[in-house]
């Protein structure tokens, strides 16, 4: 089975801190995303990364940014967290395919709360 | 990018009864479908998936969903839900492109 790890399930931030989120995956996945989860909102893409040091800013990228070193890992940091970066961050991986037409595979989320 | 509209925001359902849960797009375009289920505290983990071929997609846990392009909808059934069935559905297309685009989700509450 597909595996993909989030580093922290809760986590608490101040205003103004650097926050980083990590997340891996087990199966030489070459896509990686990051979003965010509100209610009544769905999910919307923050960045995505397609191969190692590759990026793209996905719907809402303002107040990211992201890191990709190793093909398994794909980092999520707030610059300079602020309280409207309250969220539920979820991490997903999914094979190349053809044109979208892999399924995405998450990780359990990270409750974050910035105060 | 594709818009996703998710009907119902919340479906409430007593055990052993048959719900549907509906998914209009925007585009008539190919698209890749999907429907991913969140259990309280847990990640989206997919159901099923309509990528070509037959319009009837059956999934995981009984679940199937009907493709209707004319109609650009990818509407969600099981005949009989379980109280285990209690969580969030989302809805996701891809028109081609590595990222999807969700829904907001629907809410089914499985009562006894």
């Known amino acids: 089975d597909v595996k993909v790890t989030q580093s922290s399930r809760y986590l608490v931030k101040r205003t103004g801190e650097k926050v980083f989120l990590e997340c891996v995956q087990d199966?030489?996945?070459?896509?990686m995303f990051w979003y965010r989860q509100d209610p009544g909102l769905g999910l919307r893409l923050i960045y995505f990364?397609?191969?190692?040091?590759?990026?793209e800013k996905g719907d809402i990228p303002e107040g990211y940014s992201v890191s990709r070193e190793k093909k398994e890992r794909f980092s999520l940091i707030l610059e300079s967290a602020s309280t409207n970066q309250t969220s539920m961050y979820l991490c997903?991986?999914?094979?190349?395919?053809?044109?979208?037409?892999?399924?995405?595979?998450f990780g359990d989320g990270t409750r974050l709360s910035i105060l | 990018a594709q818009s996703v509209t998710q009907l119902d925001s919340q479906v409430p359902v007593f055990e052993e009864a048959p719900v549907e849960l509906r998914c209009n797009y925007s585009?008539?375009?190919?698209?890749?479908l999907f429907w991913y289920v969140q259990y309280p505290n847990q990640g989206l983990q997919l159901l099923l998936k309509?990528?070509?071929?037959?319009?009837l997609v059956k999934g995981i846990n009984g679940f199937e969903a009907e493709f209707n392009k004319s109609q650009t909808s990818f509407h969600l059934r099981k005949p009989s839900v379980h109280i285990s069935d209690t969580a969030e559905y989302f809805c996701?297309?891809?028109?081609?492109?590595?990222?999807?685009?969700f829904g907001a989700g629907t809410t089914v509450t499985v009562r006894a």
């Open positions: 990364s397609y191969d190692v040091k590759m990026k």
């Open positions: 199966m030489d996945h070459e896509n």
């Open positions: 997903a991986s999914s094979f190349l395919g053809t044109f979208g037409n892999q399924p995405q595979h």
């Open positions: 309509y990528l070509s071929g037959s319009t």
């Open positions: 585009s008539s375009v190919s698209v890749y």
């Open positions: 996701a297309v891809s028109d081609g492109d590595y990222k999807l685009s």
